[in-house]
């Protein structure tokens, strides 16, 4: 369904390229707010949602980013596209790009940000705007780009945000900061809510000095009009040009604002708890970057603050507005949109990020959140499809239905027989753990054979095995020989290994297992509890808990 006025109540999130997806869905002038926070390849894992447990970067997901790294026949192609298409200025500062650059990672790079920018500022309404979070490393070319497509006129700011406290970096001075450029659609009507950011405490004990008996501080200001531009009366025997008629002086009085000089001259008492703080500037030193120990960290290597993203979009939206994320990796500019009463449109090109969306908001949001997804099977025959397609993608899908955080890349042999992983609490509350395989070929009996030597080798109370094909009787039999696991929760018992195909969990028949007793579980609970030793622990992100 095209996102436009028919789809005002509804929030999406999209599967694939979102030049693709921009082009086919969102119709002109539909969206209020943008923000992008683009990959760049001068950090090969940029939006790289998990790591291997050595450190290395998942190989998997680095490919669904390729064409933007490097110059290809993709990147001719498309680079042929935006010369077709595109407005004459931009062409031809992409022909000088080209020319200047040449046929490198830079200039594929600038390629692939040039056209969706063009198809961006096409879905932005006129009231509008659009941030683009970068690096230092293409703020110059990106600034140019958007220049050219925006306009230069509609240039509104260059946030620096640090995102750092401090870095260590040889033979040069620690880079800690991020470049976030605002352009508005148009010059004078886009939006704007004017925001504060408390004052400095330097500020705060050189100018309120003084304080009242109950503690209240307070700065006396000047009531004494300019150049004598103001209502001339008596006031206590004090004759001036004042800043305040005499009625506002006299409540003033009454309500206990006005300071006297030893000369008898009334100031007015500005009090620090009455001012909204200090108008928001260009540098952002406030919002500090997420921990290790942060509770909304998601093992995401540059996983944005909420507050980063509650702030632009409180300060370029409204309550209602609808706010894009066409890169929107693990989902905060979604999750702050929705925390903050706006519609949403999310876009990746990784069902590993849509999965990871998903829980993100049914952990934080309850499961009755409504929101459709696109692009993902919604049958047997498309989940075939996509597994021709790409392994990995069905894969990360396929344990969104569980669900389950995938663990490390998916290379052979990286995961030593576990693609996923979800936890639950029982036994007076102690982290107990499912370790999942998804299968999208033929299986027999040696899958579940090999599935029960896991289950053991990580210590998990239960293994679940998900196949696009049907099971064979001896996997049956073989399954339900390996007997169960009791839970002394609920007092019942519960298969200790399980075997789920695509169309059982499509028609929403899922895994059998303890309703977690704390909605709250996080990853770090799961380390506490001393499950850190195995290797998906230690990649760090969102636990999945079970369905109550």
Not at 110 to 124: G, H, K
Not at 262 to 287: N, S
Not at 303 to 326: C, F, H, M, T
Not at 466 to 480: Q, V
Request: contains cysteine; aromatic residues 10%.
């Amino acid at each position: 369904m095209p996102v436009g006025d028919e789809g005002v109540g509804m929030n999406y999130l999209y599967y694939g390229d979102n030049l693709e997806i921009l082009q086919k869905y969102i119709v002109d002038h539909t969206v209020d707010l943008i923000y992008i926070d683009p990959p760049f390849n001068s950090s090969r894992d940029y939006n790289i949602l998990f790591r291997e447990a050595d450190g290395a970067a998942s190989d998997a997901q680095i490919t669904a980013f390729e064409d933007c790294w490097h110059w290809t026949a993709a990147a001719e192609a498309t680079f042929r596209q935006l010369v077709d298409t595109a407005p004459p200025a931009l062409v031809e500062m992409m022909r000088n790009f080209r020319s200047f650059i040449g046929e490198n990672d830079i200039m594929a790079y600038l390629t692939m940000m040039a056209i969706r920018l063009v198809e961006l500022r096409r879905v932005l309404k006129d009231t509008g705007s659009c941030y683009l979070h970068c690096d230092p490393t293409a703020s110059h070319y990106l600034r140019i780009l958007l220049d050219i497509i925006f306009g230069k006129r509609n240039f509104q700011n260059e946030l620096i945000w640090k995102r750092t406290s401090a870095h260590s970096d040889a033979r040069r001075a620690g880079r800690v900061h991020d470049v976030i450029f605002l352009y508005s659609k148009s010059e004078r009507t886009w939006t704007w809510n004017k925001l504060y950011t408390p004052y400095e405490k330097d500020y705060v004990e050189s100018h309120y000095r003084k304080a009242d008996p109950d503690g209240r501080l307070w700065y006396d200001d000047n009531l004494i009009a300019p150049r004598g531009a103001g209502p001339v009366y008596d006031w206590k025997g004090v004759t001036r040009a004042w800043r305040v008629t005499r009625e506002n002086m006299e409540r003033l009085e009454r309500e206990g604002k006005l300071y006297y000089t030893e000369k008898g001259v009334p100031r007015y008492k500005r009090y620090l708890d009455e001012m909204p703080g200090l108008p928001l500037q260009d540098v952002w030193t406030d919002i500090f970057p997420i921990n290790s120990q942060a509770k909304e960290r998601l093992g995401y290597p540059t996983q944005k603050p909420l507050a980063l993203l509650e702030r632009i979009i409180r300060a370029s939206s409204n309550p209602g507005d609808v706010v894009l994320d066409a890169f929107c990796g693990c989902g905060t500019t979604i999750d702050a949109a929705q925390k903050l009463g706006r519609r949403w449109i999310g876009i990746d090109i990784t069902h590993l990020a849509i999965a990871l969306i998903k829980n993100r908001l049914r952990d934080r949001y309850g499961p009755n959140l409504e929101y459709e997804v696109i692009g993902e099977p919604r049958d047997v025959p498309s989940a075939r499809q996509l597994a021709q397609q790409d392994r990995y993608q069905f894969q990360w899908w396929a344990l969104s239905l569980v669900p389950a955080r995938p663990v490390g890349d998916q290379k052979k042999g990286a995961d030593q027989g576990i693609d996923g992983v979800l936890y639950f609490l029982d036994d007076k509350g102690q982290v107990k753990k499912i370790v999942i395989q998804v299968k999208s070929g033929k299986v027999s009996v040696k899958d579940i054979r090999e599935l029960a030597h896991v289950v053991e080798r990580y210590k998990a109370q239960i293994g679940a095995l998900l196949t696009l094909e049907e099971p064979t009787k001896p996997m049956i039999t073989e399954a339900l020989g390996q007997g169960v696991y009791h839970s002394p929760t609920w007092k019942r018992d519960y298969p200790r290994l399980q075997i789920r195909t695509i169309a059982q969990l499509l028609s929403g028949y899922g895994l059998d297992y303890p309703p977690s007793l704390n909605p709250g579980l996080t990853f770090k609970k799961a380390e506490k509890d001393n499950f850190s030793e195995s290797q998906e622990a230690k990649q760090g992100g969102l636990l999945i808990n079970p369905e109550s």
